[in-house]
């Protein structure tokens, strides 16, 4: 049979169907603009469905940073610092305790590579103390009344000083901006103008006059205790170290030192018992309380925990501490309190004056 010749030659012509659109349907072409259309709207579509997501993530990532920021700065703040950053304190002491050796020795040195000591703080240093109105308070010792140096009234003791100008620069320190008016956020204005009318009745001067304000761990009036003479600290075996002191801010420097230990110094005036057991804290402040410092008893046991005397080979100045002050290698310097007044034996955990501040009671390296 023969085919059509119309259907003959389409099939042996080579021409296409773009040649002869009559051989589809017109309506199966694809509009070009309509597709284009198409594509744009689900482009548009997926980018609201985005933006929205995209939103309301933002909205809920902001309303729980504000809520942190909230909870950190709200009226619960625990020695100038929020709740969590002083737990985190805390548990990096804890650690400390746990994983490192308290009993450790810190590196010495040779003695050549002693360097003089940098002044950095004066807190309780600005007037010179006249040496020989010097004692060294030290309360809740074991069997107190037995010994010499006792007194009925520790409190009592008037340290004098004099008006002659330091002979050593007071260097500087920078762990507080000189400008912070924070004497007046530790210790409200009713607070210190009641020492001050306390300075003008007495004539003595008024306590906490530093950035921290007045510790609440200082003594009460009538506390007995032992007055010690800077004699009967120097009649305990002496002893000299060349360690490294560390600064917080950065710094350090190989110094000799040479005192008492603090290991002595327990044993010759140990803590009474409370409870049956030893307590658990040490307080020290300068004469007058304007700094203090907090300790672990454990800690001031220490081979290396030392009570200075002496600083490369002379007696210690006016802005170093003089008469005594302490050198802890394995502390921070902050912790390393000069010009000691007092040393008491406490079951409550003592104030300090830069953790009022915001830093680590422990101040461990």
Known sequence: MNKPEDEFTLQNSGDTATDHPTAFPEATQPDPQLSDALAN????????????????????ASAAAYGVYRYLHNDTNDAMQPPPIRKAFRFNADISRAVFNADALAPTY???????????????????????????????????????????????????????AARESAGHDTKVDPNMLTAEKMAPASMMQSAIRDEARTGRPR??????????????AGTPGLLLTMADIRALPRQELVTEFKCIEGWSQIVHWAGVRMRDFLESYPPALIGGQEPRFVYMETPN??????????????????????????LLTQFHGAPLRLHMPTKYGYKQIKRIGLIAYTNVKPDDYWTKLGYDWFAGL
């Open 41 to 60: 709207e689900q482009v548009r579509s997926e980018s609201r469905r985005h933006t929205r997501r995209a939103f309301l993530t933002a909205a809920g």
């Open 207 to 220: 306590r906490g006059g530093e950035e921290a304000g007045e510790s609440r761990s200082t003594l009460h």
């Open 110 to 164: 040779p003695l050549s590579r002693a360097r003089d000591l940098r002044v950095n703080g004066i807190y309780g240093l600005k007037d010179m103390l006249e040496p020989d109105s010097y004692r060294l308070q030290v309360t809740g010792v074991r069997d107190a009344q037995e010994k010499s140096q006792f007194v009925p009234d520790v409190t009592a003791w008037e340290y004098r000083y004099t008006t002659a």
């Open 289 to 314: 309380g304007d700094y203090y410092t907090g300790y672990d008893l454990s800690a001031l046991r220490h081979p290396q925990a030392l009570l200075v005397t002496e600083m490369m080979g002379a």
